[in-house]
C-alpha cells in the first residue's frame, strides 16, 4: 500500500502542469509584473542625500556640494579629527579589547560619560539617579528608538509637536514608529529669524500632555536658536503645558565651539527637575558619521522609574538591532574619559566652529562687496553648519544649472561645505539668481 501510494504521489509531481488550466499565465507573473515585486514603486531619492547623488553625477571641475550636513576642511575634504586618530591608536595597542557583543544598551562608560556631557558634572538628575541612558545608532537611531518606546508606553497624546521647518527625517521618524506628528511656528520668513510668538502660542495651544521636539542648538535647517531668556520662556510653556519635552542634541559644542553653552538649553530643563527625553550625535562633533554613534537618555521623576524606563528601552532595542556597534563608543569613551584627549578635543571643535564663522563672515563681505540687493545680515545671525538663504526653489534650481552650486531646495546651505576658494563663486550665483528671480 505505502508503494502504490508513493507511486501516486510521484505522478502528481512529475506530470506537467498547465499554467492556462489554473488561470495563470507564466509569461504575466514573471515579464510583466517583475515577479513578486514587481508592483514596487520606485522610490524618489531623498532630498538631502540626493543633492549629494546629482552632485556626483556632474563632470563639471567647478561643481561645489554645499547639501550634505558634514564637515569639511577648506580644501573641501572629510576631516577626521587628530583626536579621533590618538584614541584609535590607544585601542589598537590595547591587546585586551576584543569583537565581543556589547550589552543591549551599550556601552556602560559611553552611557555614563555621554550623560554627564549633555547634562554637567553637576546634573541633578545624574546625582539623583533619576536617569536612564542608551546607546543608540547616531542621532536617527536615538530619535528612532525614542518614537517606538513613546508609542508603546507614553500614556497620553502621542502627538510630537515638531517645530516648522525641521530637518526632513524628523517627519519621517517618528511615524515610522507609529508616533504622528504636526508642526507648530518656529521660522519667520519676513525676518529670517525665530517666530518666537508664533511659537509659544502654538505649544500653548497643544493638547497638554503632548510631547515637544526641540533643537538643542543649531537648529536645523534654520540655523536659528532662541536666546537664554526665550529658553526660559518656552521652558515655562512647555512645563504649564505639562509637555514633554524631546531634545535633539546633534551639535553640541559644533555650533559655538562651546560643549557648555551648546547644552544650555537642554540644562535649562533638566535642572527643573523635570522630566525629559535626549537624542545626542557625536557623528558632526568628533566626525564620526560612519561609526553611527549616539545615544538616548530619559530623565524620569524617580530612580525606580529610570530603572523601569531602562528595562523597556532593552526591549525596544533587542528585536530592532539587538545591540549597537562597538567601535564608536569606544572612541567617545576614550576622549571623555581622558582629560588630555578632552583637552585636545575641545580645542578641535573651536577650530571647526571659528572656520564656519569665518565662512559666513566672508560669504557676507562678498554679498555686499556685489551689492547683491536684499538684505543678508541673517548669515552672520544664525548659528551652526547651516544657513537658511531665504532663496526659492527656482533660484536653487538656477544655481544648480548655471554655477553648478549643489544645496537643498529650501535654500538651504551647508556653511561647512564652503571655503575660501569657493564663496566667490556661491556669491556670484546668489546675486545672478537675485537679479535673475527678485527677492
Not at 514603486?41 to 556626483?56: N, S
Not at 571623555?336 to 563681505?365: H, P, V
Not at 548655471?402 to 551647508?414: F, K, L
Request: charged share 20%.
Amino acid at each position: 500500500m505505502a508503494s502504490q501510494r508513493l507511486e501516486v504521489l510521484k505522478g502528481h509531481l512529475c506530470a506537467p502542469v498547465s499554467h492556462a488550466e489554473h488561470g495563470v499565465s507564466a509569461s504575466r507573473t514573471s515579464s510583466q509584473s517583475g515577479g513578486v515585486w514587481g508592483a514596487v514603486a520606485q522610490a524618489p531619492e531623498d532630498p538631502i542625500l540626493g543633492v549629494t547623488v546629482a552632485y556626483q553625477k556632474d563632470p563639471s571641475p567647478l561643481k561645489v556640494n554645499l547639501g550634505v550636513g558634514a564637515y569639511r576642511t577648506e580644501e573641501g575634504k572629510p576631516l577626521v579629527l587628530d583626536v579621533v586618530h590618538r584614541a584609535e591608536l590607544m585601542m589598537l595597542a590595547d591587546r585586551t579589547l576584543n569583537h565581543e557583543y556589547l550589552p543591549i544598551a551599550g556601552l556602560p562608560a559611553f552611557n555614563k560619560l555621554t550623560a554627564k556631557l549633555i547634562l554637567g558634572a553637576n546634573s541633578r538628575a545624574i546625582a539623583e539617579n533619576r536617569i536612564a541612558t542608551v546607546q543608540c545608532l547616531s542621532g536617527t537611531g536615538s530619535l528612532r528608538v525614542g518614537a517606538e518606546f513613546i508609542n508603546a508606553h507614553y500614556p497620553f497624546n502621542k502627538c510630537v509637536y515638531l517645530p516648522s521647518p525641521t530637518w526632513g527625517n524628523h517627519n519621517k521618524i517618528f511615524p515610522s514608529g507609529g508616533v504622528a506628528v504636526k508642526p507648530y511656528r518656529y521660522y519667520h520668513k519676513g525676518t529670517r529669524g525665530l517666530d518666537f510668538e508664533g511659537m509659544c502660542q502654538d505649544l500653548y495651544a497643544a493638547p497638554d500632555r503632548s510631547i515637544v521636539l526641540l533643537h538643542a542648538c543649531a537648529h536645523n535647517p534654520t540655523g536659528v536658536d532662541p536666546t537664554k531668556e526665550q529658553w526660559d520662556m518656552i521652558r515655562k510653556v512647555i512645563r504649564a503645558k505639562c509637555h514633554l519635552p524631546f531634545f535633539d542634541s546633534a551639535y553640541q559644542g559644533f555650533a559655538s565651539g562651546s560643549l557648555d553653552e551648546d547644552a544650555r538649553a537642554v540644562r535649562i530643563f533638566a535642572d527643573d527637575g523635570g522630566e525629559c527625553m535626549i537624542a545626542q550625535s557625536y557623528a558632526k562633533n568628533l566626525g564620526l558619521y560612519g561609526e553611527r554613534i549616539g545615544a538616548l537618555s530619559m530623565i524620569c521623576a524617580c530612580p525606580k522609574a529610570a530603572s523601569k524606563v531602562e528595562s523597556q528601552l532593552k526591549m525596544v532595542i533587542r528585536p530592532m538591532y539587538s545591540s549597537p556597534p562597538a567601535h564608536g563608543a569606544r572612541i567617545v569613551a576614550a576622549v571623555l574619559s581622558d582629560k588630555d584627549l578632552f583637552n585636545e578635543w575641545t580645542l578641535e571643535l573651536k577650530g571647526m566652529a571659528d572656520r564656519i564663522i569665518s565662512m559666513r563672515q566672508q560669504l557676507y563681505a562678498a554679498l555686499q562687496q556685489r551689492r547683491t540687493p536684499g538684505d543678508w545680515t541673517h548669515i552672520l545671525k544664525q548659528i551652526g553648519m547651516f544657513t537658511f538663504t531665504g532663496l526659492s526653489k527656482e533660484q536653487v534650481a538656477f544655481m544648480t544649472r548655471e554655477y553648478h552650486i549643489y544645496m537643498t531646495s529650501d535654500g538651504r546651505i551647508s556653511m561647512a561645505g564652503l571655503g575660501s576658494k569657493t564663496v566667490p563663486q556661491l556669491a556670484d550665483a546668489i546675486h545672478a539668481a537675485v537679479h535673475k528671480f527678485g527677492m
